[in-house]
Each structure stands twice: as C-alpha cells, then as structure tokens.
C-alpha cells in the first residue's frame, strides 16, 4: 500500500534502509476488463469471485471500467482482454506511477516493496 504522506514514507523508507533492492524494468500486462454500469448496484459475479489483488476503476460515460492483471488462465464472462492494459504500478513510497518501460527498485527478500528512482535514493539519505 502506499504511503502518501512525507512523514509515513519517511518511515517506510527508513525501514527498508537494510534491504537489498533489484533494480528492475516494468513491462506491461494484459488487463482484465469489465464494463460495470453505474445504476448496477452490486458488483458482477466476475470481480466478487476474483478474490484479492489489484484493481483499478476508470470512469466513462454511464459506467467504469474495471481492470486487473490477466495472469493467464480463463477470461471471465463479459469479460475482454486488453493487451498491456495493466500499464503502470505505484511507488510503494510516495505513490508515483512507474509506466511501462521505466525502471524501480523491488526488494529482494521478504516482503516485496516497489520503490520509484526517487524514493530508492531517498531511503539510502535518511
């Protein structure tokens, strides 16, 4: 999860001081998409039974779109498939995107933490 504000990140980045980091390339993924009208009132079957993991929600026109990581395996129904529509993660220490393309900092062991250039920096001056 995030941390947006300077004093949580401060923390955050102090603890991962020790940690050894890989420096890594985001590519994108395929995305899972549905269409979830607004008057809906619940959640389809295809996003309650999906479990935990990433989502993201886009406003359009009378609806959103829901997008998540297609980590292979079946497509819900009314779902698609959008290629490298999971284009973008955040910075586990100031929420910045890091697009596709770019490099961030993943911890090696234990917990996995993603940090932008600019947090991975940060940590080693606290």
């Given at each position: 999860m995030a941390t947006t504000a300077p004093g949580e990140r401060d923390r955050l980045l102090r603890r991962l001081r020790g940690r050894r980091f890989d420096r890594i390339r985001f590519r994108p993924l395929d995305a899972v998409v549905l269409r979830v009208p607004d008057d809906s009132g619940d959640w389809p079957p295809a996003i309650r039974g999906r479990g935990t993991g990433p989502m993201?929600?886009?406003?359009?026109?009378?609806?959103?779109?829901?997008?998540?990581?297609?980590?292979?395996g079946a497509v819900?129904?009314?779902?698609?498939?959008?290629?490298?529509g999971w284009d973008h993660e955040h910075c586990d220490g100031c929420d910045r995107s890091i697009n596709a393309g770019r490099t961030f900092w993943q911890t090696a062991r234990g917990a996995c933490f993603w940090l932008c250039p600019y947090c991975f920096r940060r940590r080693r001056r606290l």
């Amino acid at each position: 999860m995030a941390t947006t504000a300077p004093g949580e990140r401060d923390r955050l980045l102090r603890r991962l001081r020790g940690r050894r980091f890989d420096r890594i390339r985001f590519r994108p993924l395929d995305a899972v998409v549905l269409r979830v009208p607004d008057d809906s009132g619940d959640w389809p079957p295809a996003i309650r039974g999906r479990g935990t993991g990433p989502m993201r929600l886009y406003p359009v026109a009378g609806a959103h779109l829901v997008k998540w990581p297609h980590l292979g395996g079946a497509v819900p129904e009314d779902c698609t498939v959008e290629p490298d529509g999971w284009d973008h993660e955040h910075c586990d220490g100031c929420d910045r995107s890091i697009n596709a393309g770019r490099t961030f900092w993943q911890t090696a062991r234990g917990a996995c933490f993603w940090l932008c250039p600019y947090c991975f920096r940060r940590r080693r001056r606290l």
